[in-house]
């Protein structure tokens, strides 16, 4: 089916199709306080067929928070208060709804976002930009090289959602160097340097000062 972009509605039809204050939120509203508004919430939550439908919806999963948005969003489109007596009511409505879900034993929550999640994406994508900034400077400079390519990896775990567990598992499973001692090399004892038949020992003469012996140990900065 194909949908013609001129058959949409006019910019500012709203405005035109009904006369000024048809519309509920339109007119003044029915309650003018917070205490009114307040006062006829509770009035309607003290039913019981209404209060089980609201802690069914909770028990079911639906967090608080957007059900008080959707409940005082909808009293402001049937003109019954304005939005801004609805936000002040919210937290109250909020704390109502917990209230009486702790009493049934009813699990709940207040909304469906996770801060500590949301802290940690926000982190992340700190951190993934900090790292393509270095890995960017590091290939104009040319100065590409094993530390470079840590970095891209680093960056690509990080821009990911990949979890520190999955990273894990999935370094755990990339094949590693083959040990020495597999090889054939054995890691325990030392290969001992190949001798030369052709190279004679300085013999030491009658009245020559004893010969000084390199001393053992030390590393190479012990050494004369």
Known sequence: MVVSMF????????????????????????????????????????DEDIMD????????????????????TAGTMRGTHTLDVGLLIAPALMEFFAAVAESYEIDYKFSNRDPKKSMEKKERARVTMLLESAIAKAEEQGEVDEGTELLKQMAEYTGSDMTREEAAETASDEPMDEPAEEAGVPMDEPSAPPENPNVEEPQQE???????????????MARG
């Open 206 to 220: 009658q009245g020559d000062l004893p010969l000084e012996q390199p001393q053992q140990g030390g590393g190479l």
């Open 53 to 72: 439908d609201m802690l069914v919806a909770i028990e079911s999963g639906v967090a608080i928070k957007p059900l008080v948005e959707s409940i005082y």
């Open 7 to 46: 058959n949409g509605p006019l910019p500012g039809n709203s405005l035109t199709t009904h006369a000024v204050g048809n519309r509920p939120w339109e007119r003044p509203p029915e309650l003018n306080t917070v205490e009114e508004a307040l006062s006829y919430y509770m009035t309607q939550f003290s």
